[in-house]
């Protein structure tokens, strides 16, 4: 467990991300692909009903033993909390009322957000939009480790906790890496959600809370879909920069698994990028893979050539707007 792994830098690389080309030739070839892009008019239904399950969990567990609550945060909290944070990833690209309702979608997000117990929806969208327009732009997707990160966590045991500290480092790296003035929008999220947090401790005690707040931090560490975090852009081959996933979990995340056709084309909702694969499947076969995420995690602790630095990074050329 204490083999150091030999990378010492990012795979930095002076070209452009591959997106925006192949998304320009899949529409030459196939223009009816623009008829995917749009909101999903399920999803809105989708996320209500994923938030009344979860109040319904919150009901349920007020009243069971300890060890009952930290078992059924792990076994059924995490994941619904984690399937909740991919909600509000698919409603930052306006999935759930289209662009021309941008804010009743910040709004619906922030009400995804109640039953995850920590205030990011705002701030995610902001983040999220800068990673997709300049994907491992150095100091402005931080989507990207530290440099911290790659020089700590380089042997097996570090890389295992790595793991388990991801929402910590999700939530700090904004702040080391491109800080942004607060906007009234992430106030609001927070105040509704602290709001929401009292009211639940004050109605039901300590129990639901704990099952909240523990369910989203242990379904985004050592847990079997927090895999896509390591999946979507670690480089396990050299040269590629994003990795499709193509197993059964996708249906509890919203199928960001296709993330190569995610980022070819973030404005076509989750439910709909594996007709962009079906119909422009020779674009996708040939790419590198995966069906299990629960095997990449075991691949990225294990291979001593993997580590926070395999992550293909690009100094960004000339202007660029941030969110």
Same mark, same amino acid.
């Not at 995690?297 to 960004?316: A, E, G, Q, W």
């Given at each position: ?6 990378? #010492? ?17 899949? %529409? ?61 990833? #698919? ?43 300049? %994907? ?31 929402? !910590? ?15 009234? %929008? ?35 560490? !050592? ?37 190569? #056709? /995610? /980022? ?60």
């Amino acid at each position: 467990m204490g083999n150091r792994v030999a990378r #010492e830098d990012f795979e930095w690389v002076y070209t452009d991300q591959p997106h925006a080309d192949r998304r320009k030739e899949i %529409l030459a070839k196939y223009p009816e692909i623009k008829s995917l892009m749009g909101p999903d008019p399920r999803l809105k239904w989708i996320v209500c009903m994923m938030v009344a399950i979860q109040f319904l969990a919150f009901y349920l567990v007020k009243d069971l033993d300890w060890k009952w609550v930290l078992f059924w945060t792990y076994a059924f909290g995490s994941c619904l909390n984690h399937s909740m944070t991919l909600a509000i990833h #698919e409603i930052s690209h306006n999935a759930a009322f289209g662009n021309s309702k941008a804010m009743w979608n910040r709004y619906f997000a922030m009400f995804a957000n109640l039953p995850i117990g920590l205030p990011y929806s705002a701030s995610f969208k902001r983040y999220h939009l800068d990673h997709h327009r300049y %994907l491992g732009g150095d100091g402005v997707d931080v989507d990207i480790p530290t440099d911290f990160e790659g020089w700590f966590f380089c042997t097996r045991f570090r890389k295992f906790i790595w793991i388990i500290l991801q929402p !910590l480092f999700y939530a700090i790296r904004p702040l080391c890496i491109n800080p942004k003035p607060i906007t009234h %929008l992430e106030l609001t999220n927070v105040a509704f959600q602290l709001t929401f947090d009292i009211l639940l401790y004050w109605l039901w005690g300590a129990k639901p809370v704990v099952y909240m707040m523990a369910g989203s931090l242990l379904g985004m560490g !050592l847990h079997p879909i927090s895999g896509h975090f390591i999946a979507e852009h670690y480089m396990f081959l050299k040269g590629h920069e994003t990795y499709s996933y193509y197993g059964s979990l996708n249906l509890l995340t919203f199928n960001v698994g296709y993330h190569n #056709e /995610h /980022h070819d084309f973030p404005s076509i909702p989750g439910r709909r990028l594996p007709m962009v694969k079906k119909i422009a499947a020779e674009f996708y076969d040939d790419l590198p893979q995966y069906t299990s995420w629960i095997k990449v995690l075991y691949d990225f602790i294990m291979d001593d050539t993997l580590s926070p630095y395999s992550r293909i990074k690009r100094k960004l050329k000339g202007e660029f707007k941030l969110e």
